[in-house]
């Protein structure tokens, strides 16, 4: 029966994710290790595979509406998969503790991130035809709801692959997607619009995952009766939940994820020091 | 043209590889719930989680082949990279 808990959980967080785009990646482990009592490390494999799930699950009208921007994605996974690869080996070496902690810590971003809104980059440069994205030929351009094309340029894109590297770190450490961490990397480093690096970001995620996914299953870390009904409720939950929950009030719904976040990072923290609640369910 | 056919073929990969593993899944969490020998649900499950873990892999290799057909050498190169780094991951794992 507790395959159906399983299903349930994962449904229900990635529904009520849908309905404010945002993907339920982070929440997987904390409900696992809360309320499932599986150990972290358990919890962290079949995150990661949800993870890819809904990545892939929800690539394709991205790619048909031409948002991915597929040759700025591939050079970008170079630095997330090595960043992944970096987080495979580190993981050996570090303790639950830590882990616990540096959730805790993703936990609060991603709620901070919430509560303040992304704003749309300000595009204040000019063609400028000597930078690396130009010789590496990633501008471009995608169409909007009305079929005019819009062409955008893009940024810095050493300090992107940086911080890309680190978002692939953290991704194989805890087992999320780590949009949260990529997103400022698109915004701030790149300068991509908004739909571009929303439609980018989550078509890299399913590769760096997978980097960290094949090294966990050959490890044999990932527990398949605990992966398979998180990675199908998760997925059913995007594609059929957010449609039925459109009718929620997205500003009330963004606060309670703002509190469930917070309260989630309090238990984390518990955790970090080997306290823990709410025992049984 | 090649640019966009490439790119319809990264979209059905995904979207009909997913929906693969998704009804692998379901089928082995139903048999674990409904047994029904000799079919073994978690095996079947495991089956639909090591299509999901290759799909992007998959993807990777299909961009390979678009940048081939396009010969976009450096592209092509990043890619290889990419499998090489995933790959090292398994090999080292």
Known sequence: MEILWLFG?????????????MASGIFIVPILTLFFHTSIHAAIGASIVSVIACSCASAAPFIRSRLTNIRLAILLETATTLGALSGVFLAGLISTRFLYGLFTAVLLISARQMLARRKEAVVDTELSSGSLASRLRLHASYPDSAGAEHRYQVGNVPLGMSLMYGAGLISALLGIGSGV????AMDTALRLPIKVSSATSNFMIGVTAAASAVAWYSRGEIEVNLAGPVALGSVVGALLGARLLMWLPAEKLRLFFVAVLILLAFQMLMSTFGIHFPGDL | MKHAENHRAIALLLSWGSTLSML??????ALTLWPLPPFSGSDIVRAGILVLILLPVARVMLMLAGFIGQRDRLYALIAVLVLMIIATGAWLG
Do not use: D, N, T
């Open chain 1, 9 to 21: 959980a994962a449904f229900i967080a990635s529904a009520l994710g849908g309905v404010l785009g």
């Open chain 2, 24 to 29: 692998l899944i379901a089928a082995g969490i």
């Open chain 1, 181 to 184: 961490l990529k997103i400022p």
